[in-house]
């Protein structure tokens, strides 16, 4: 062997073969450094060429830690985001609905108006329709029950659900208890106690045959029904006061052709507004409004006002 190839195979052996050619090294450490630095090397040229690729095609990228999910405020819908209606501190504001039918939303008037210490005859003055008066529903302090359903003359109208045939007994029972206690309100005679002992057994039964029959209906069925039931309960509760006969015979008639004069009857008698005859719903809205415009002030009545000198 020639001096020029002993120095050759003397470097080769003291080198590490790098994409074919030899790198020489000066320590044992080099056999290893320079493998590991190349697959690192080459393993970033694939990353960035995939990422590449990846922003091209409009793939999303991988991201190092969990992926974080935008956290967007929920939308609730307006009636949540409205306060509850609790008494007269709210009475600046429309109530709702539910609120007026029920009489809560007059009561709380009433009271606000009865609470400011000022004279009936100083408030502005309000007129009052007589028709409107016809379908206002008063009732005693201490009355039980409501007389809404009782108003018609005991005629009922029936949800669609508690029409099926499982509740035809029970349903003509109460039907004709309720329809002869309504009439004999109405023509102002007593009711016998036989018909009102009649009608818990039959509302029991109805009341047992929602329960057992609630799976087979849709929400909105159920709460109809349930409803409509605790209509029934609450004229049956007042057919039990002794003092139901006067929602009927004029005693608790709502009188007064101005709002001064109607809170003066209310207070005298003793009286509190009662849940709404369904129909009449527009009458409620019509006597709040104009009782709001009562306790809240309005521009002074004509005969008050002072001529200028």
């Known amino acids: 062997m020639s ?3 002993e120095i ?3 470097s080769t052996r003291n080198a590490t073969i790098l994409f074919g050619l030899p790198v020489p090294h000066r320590g044992p450490w080099f056999r290893w450094a320079l493998p590991v630095a190349a697959a690192m090397l080459f393993a970033g040229l694939g990353l960035a060429a995939l990422a590449d690729q990846r922003i091209s095609t409009g793939a999303p990228l991988a991201s190092a830690g969990p992926e974080k999910k935008e956290v967007k405020a929920r939308k609730l819908p307006p009636a949540h985001l409205k306060p509850k209606w609790n008494d007269e501190a709210d009475l600046l504001r429309d109530p709702p609905a539910s609120a007026i039918r029920s009489g809560k939303a007059l009561n709380d008037l009433l009271r606000a108006i009865n ?3 000022k004279p009936l005859n100083t408030r502005p003055n309000v007129p009052l329709a007589e028709k409107t008066l016809a379908k206002i529903n008063l009732a005693g302090a201490g009355f039980k029950g409501q007389i809404d359903m009782l108003k018609r003359g005991g005629k009922l109208k029936w949800p669609t659900a508690l029409q099926a045939a499982a509740f035809e007994e029970a349903r003509k029972r109460f039907t004709s208890k309720f329809e002869l206690a309504g009439k004999q309100l109405k023509d102002g005679k007593p009711i016998e106690p036989a018909t009102i002992r009649e009608l818990r057994p039959a509302l029991k039964a109805l009341n047992k045959q929602v329960s057992d029959d ?5 929400p909105a069925e159920y709460i109809e029904a349930r409803k409509f039931l605790n209509g029934l309960e609450q004229a049956v509760r007042a057919l039990e006061d002794p003092n139901v006969a006067k929602a009927f015979n004029g005693d608790w008639a709502a009188k ?7 809170v003066a009857h209310v207070n005298k008698k003793g009286l509190q507004f009662a849940a709404v005859t369904p129909g009449e719903e527009a009458a409620y809205t019509d006597l709040y409004r104009a009782l709001r415009a ?3 002030g309005g521009p002074p009545r004509k005969e008050e006002k002072k001529k200028s000198p």
């Open 256 to 262: 007064g052709r101005t709002a001064a004069e109607l």
């Open 3 to 5: 001096y020029s190839a």
């Open 115 to 117: 609470r400011s210490g």
């Open 214 to 218: 609630s799976e087979k209906w849709s």
């Open 8 to 10: 050759i195979s003397s």
């Open 294 to 296: 009562f306790y809240v």
